[in-house]
């Protein structure tokens, strides 16, 4: 579990977060919500600890992430895993090349077990005969697929996802989401989501957290998140045609519960 | 523009000190060693041979031209050339020409690493990426540096020899002793040593200037640019402060 704890950060004197608190369960998977510039990304670079907010604190199954030393903070990176915006595989490295990376930096295993594992990686998020290819070599799909096999190479006990569906289309996007729903399940991990695609949080937000301008306005889940009368929500929620469509649709089934 | 020069001097000191760290694994580190010589140094060594090979041509026909006196030995020709190669060209201006190619490939390689989060990629993993990515980089070229020196000489060297060898203007006997004449091995060693310093320069200050770049391809670009001017600035510069240390 990642706790959040009055989180606030401040760029060039501008305050972007506001005191933001906010639980992230252990196998689950957790979406931070929002608009572009309400500041989810930044508020995720603070929980992995690429940003530091001038206030507030993270906590990483009770242990204090400011409080850490650096060789503990460098043993919780290996419990990290990270898959970025735009994967940010590595330019010059195979499909193996960049599953293996993390494993070459910290396993202990032998080289042959590194490459079972890395195989392993590769083949459990769908992807075959791609080992030797370079990332310009394929899809945007099959990159976030790489870069999720690299990031769970190491059996990461946290998983964070910046915007994992940008830039694919619809199918793509609800494979991407049904792995990372997957592999959450089948490993335990606390995947944190960040993301502005509704589909995602109707298909995999167990836990929802909403951003809005720095403020966070509402935590709920994919159930709860059409009956919230959070304001902001519901115009971040309902802002396409498709929503509003299906908002009527909804309310005419809650008005129709009522009469029953 | 003062403080801002002095900011980024502290910037890059600071840089220094995050780079030259105990990598994470030895053997990684010199993987990615050799990869670097080879990427960085071996692969300037078609450029530095055709350089080489021309300029020292053009200096020994420029010599003969602007020699033609009874007073002056006809051997100066050679010792000239040799004089020009091993104290200037092949160390202070094949750097300058070094400092374009493998400079800019530095700086856009890094920054592109840096706007595409490959940087904040291994940094997350727990990994000192400064460590990672640029000593490599330093450490290479340095090491393997030397080599293009000695290699910029002896071919510079050659290209005169192919004009006394291939035309009338000097008889290669003529040449060939004016290479060896009053020959000053310290010479050899001089252009070594600046070559050292500036294939710091050329490594680190790239590597500074991608690393930090902020914004997408059009930073970079600007990024690979900078890089490349400033370290063709500092170039000079240490070239005249080493000149006045080893020479004098």
């Keep these: 579990m990642i706790e959040a704890k009055n989180i606030s950060k ?73 898959l970025f915006q735009g994967s940010a595989l590595f330019d010059n490295e195979t499909v193996l090349g960049n599953v293996m990376f993390p494993l070459k930096m910290f396993s202990p295993m032998s080289h042959e077990e590194q490459l079972e594992r890395a195989h392993f990686c590769i083949k459990r998020v769908g992807l075959t005969n791609a ?23 190491l059996n990461p006990k946290y998983l964070f ?38 589909n995602s949080v109707l298909g ?26 959070s304001q902001s929500l519901n115009d971040f929620v309902f802002a396409s045609k498709l929503f509003q469509e299906v908002k009527k649709f909804l309310e005419r089934e809650y008005e129709a519960e009522e009469d029953v | 523009m003062i403080v801002s020069s002095i900011a980024s001097f502290g910037r890059y000191c600071l840089f220094m000190g995050q780079v030259f760290r105990k990598p994470e694994k030895w053997k990684v580190f ?9 990427k960085l140094g071996v692969d300037s060594i078609p450029l530095v041979i055709i350089i080489s090979l021309v300029i020292g041509a053009v200096i020994t026909i420029q010599m003969v031209i602007n020699t033609v006196s009874p007073l002056i030995p006809s051997y100066s ?13 092949s160390s202070s201006i094949m750097s300058l020409i070094l400092a374009g190619k ?37 450490v290479g070229f340095v090491l393997f540096v030397p080599v293009l020196c000695v290699l910029s000489m002896f071919m510079g060297l050659l290209g005169g020899w192919f004009i006394s060898e291939f035309t009338s203007m000097i008889s290669v006997e003529n040449y060939v002793f004016g290479i060896q004449s009053f020959f000053n091995e310290w010479y050899v060693w001089y252009g070594i040593i600046k070559t050292i310093v500036f294939a710091f320069i050329i490594s680190s200050v790239a590597s500074f200037f991608g690393y930090f770049v902020k914004g997408g391809s059009l930073e970079v670009g600007k990024a690979s640019t900078n890089a490349v ?5 500092i170039i000079l510069l240490a070239d005249v402060l080493l000149t006045k240390m080893l020479l004098q």
């Design chain 1, 10 to 82: 401040w760029f060039d004197g501008q305050r972007i977060l506001y005191d933001i608190s906010a639980t992230f369960d252990t196998g689950k998977t957790n979406l931070i919500i929002g608009q572009s510039g309400s500041g989810k990304t930044v508020f995720m670079k603070c929980l992995i600890g690429l940003l530091t907010p001038e206030e507030g604190s993270i906590l990483y199954d009770g242990r204090k992430f400011r409080e850490m030393s650096e060789q503990q903070k460098r043993a919780l990176r290996t419990e990290i895993g990270v």
């Design chain 1, 131 to 153: 080992d030797d290819k370079y990332p310009s070599e394929i899809s945007g799909g099959m990159q976030k697929r790489v870069a999720i096999a690299r990031a769970i190479a």
């Design chain 1, 161 to 198: 996802c910046d915007e994992p569906n940008s830039g694919l289309d619809p199918r793509t996007s609800i494979l991407i989401d049904e792995l990372l729903s997957d592999i959450t399940h089948e490993y335990g991990i606390t995947t944190i989501i960040n993301t502005h695609d509704m």
């Design chain 1, 204 to 229: 995999i937000g167990e836990k929802i957290v909403f951003i809005n301008k720095g403020h966070c306005d509402w935590i709920g889940t994919d159930k709860t998140i059409f009956k919230s009368k």
């Design chain 2, 30 to 38: 010199f993987q990615r060693l050799v990869l670097e010589i080879s």
């Design chain 2, 77 to 89: 020709t050679g010792l000239a050339t040799r004089e020009i190669l091993l104290l200037e060209f």
């Design chain 2, 102 to 138: 493998v400079g800019s490939n530095i700086a856009s390689e890094i920054g592109t690493m840096r706007v595409t989060e490959q940087i904040d990629a291994i940094d997350i993993m727990g990994i000192n990426s400064a460590n990672f990515i640029v000593l490599p980089k330093i």
């Design chain 2, 229 to 233: 001017v400033s370290s063709s600035i």
